[in-house]
């Protein structure tokens, strides 16, 4: 960090002068506080000379007061608008609150003033980063919180009303896919995992809700190929016997050991690298349809992707759970 100087003052007054140099040997010294102390008693002799605030900015940059800084600091431009050391003191009290566009500005003022200052070239250019990396960071912290990923479904819901022939039975399943997944995208985003789950759209005025509920646990179920058999044998049964509409199953990638439908080849090639994620399956009996939400680490923050739509046909996790109506 630059320290204090530069300019002297025009008015006389060895009083001032000889405290501006006290103050400066203090700031070498790290005596920051006194040193500040000791500069606003040089100001009360000079209210008008720009190098004791551009000084006390300083200062009190060093002590992290950056109100006082920047209060100081604009002083300085006022008071002298030619002069690049106070756009300098400026810049980089905003860069230390973290305004990165308000200290781009500012040091861009200091090199208008001063085109040859390599230094602040240098901080530009790294403000510049700094600057899209927080716009990035905030963008990613959006993402995270403002889930709403149904733009993302405006084909399968165009699909579903086509496929149900009743608005209202195509609006309900609809709500309940989109209300599934992002539900999982939260739970991803908060612990970096869901858990594998069937969730079931049951019928409020014919299932016994006492005994069949509406999430069915399939934590075992990728396990092997027995458990994998044995797994969707129980959720075709419990379809039928909880008079489910539809259902939506949610399984992280990692949790898969059986069917790894990542590892196909030829027609059966996986098209998402090596991504983490889940896996989103709809079942109906007059639609399915699957999906894979990606997952990457940005910002130091788990951040889903958007859900890419796969090929049931030949990316299935679990087979057919309801019977196919056919209208």
Not at 196 to 203: G, K, Y
Request: net charge positive.
């Amino acid at each position: 960090m630059a320290e204090p100087g530069g300019a002297t003052s025009t008015n006389g007054g060895g009083g001032a002068s000889s405290l501006k140099d006290q103050g400066n040997e203090l700031f070498k010294a790290g005596n920051y506080l006194k040193a500040a102390a000791t500069y606003t008693q040089a100001i009360k002799l000079e209210p008008n000379n720009p190098t004791l605030y551009s000084n006390r900015a300083a200062a009190f940059l060093h002590l992290v007061k950056l109100n006082k800084a920047l209060a100081d600091a604009e002083m300085t431009v006022s008071l002298n608008p030619q002069w690049e050391k106070g756009y300098f003191r400026k810049g980089s009290v905003l860069e230390a609150m973290e305004r990165y566009d308000d200290a781009i500005s500012a040091f861009q003022e200091a090199l208008k003033h001063n085109p040859q200052n390599l230094e602040v070239s240098k901080k530009i250019k790294r403000l510049n980063q700094l600057a899209r990396e927080k716009k990035r960071a905030v963008e990613v912290e959006n993402l995270r919180s403002n889930i709403d990923i149904s733009k993302h479904f405006e084909s399968f819901k165009s699909e579903l009303n086509e496929k149900c022939g009743d608005k209202d039975r195509s609006e309900e399943m609809f709500s309940f896919v989109i209300e599934v997944i992002e539900a999982a995208i939260k739970s991803w985003h908060e612990t970096s995992t869901v858990l594998p789950r069937v969730n079931f759209l049951l019928d409020k005025d014919k299932t016994d809700t006492t005994v069949y509920a509406p999430v069915v646990k399939i934590d075992q179920a990728f396990k092997s190929p027995d458990t994998h058999a044995e797994c969707y044998t129980y959720l075709r049964k419990y379809a039928v016997d909880s008079n489910a509409k539809a259902a939506c199953m949610v399984a992280p990638k990692s949790d898969i050991s059986y069917p790894q439908v990542w590892k196909g080849q030829g027609s059966r090639k996986w098209k998402l690298s090596q991504s983490d994620g889940f896996f989103v399956q709809f079942e109906s009996s007059v639609l399915r349809k699957q999906w894979f939400v990606p997952s990457s680490s940005e910002k130091g923050r788990t951040l889903c992707k958007n859900p890419e739509l796969l090929d049931i046909s030949v990316h299935e996790v679990v087979p057919r759970i309801f019977v196919e109506t056919l209208l």
